[in-house]
């Protein structure tokens, strides 16, 4: 994801809270401190459909944020 953001695509990454320090560190690691985390709350392994679809679902508003803001 780093490269894409690098490359000036639109980029986000998807990550459970449990991992959202490491995912901060390895964007920042990588040059791109500024990369988007749309961020769920863990587990997200072992969830029926129906539960990872609630999650995603509240990940919307952020997601169609940052959608609106790279059209600009």
Do not use: N
């Not at 959202?20 to 587990?43: C, D, M, N, S, W």
């Amino acid at each position: 994801m780093c490269q894409l953001a690098k490359r000036g695509l639109a980029t986000a990454v998807i990550c459970s809270d449990a991992y959202a320090a490491l995912a901060k560190t390895q964007a920042r690691v990588f040059g791109v401190p500024e990369l988007p985390l749309l961020i769920v709350p863990h587990p997200v392994g072992g969830l029926a459909a129906q539960q990872v679809q609630q999650r995603a679902l509240m990940l919307m508003p952020q997601l169609l944020q940052l959608i609106a803001m790279a059209a600009q």
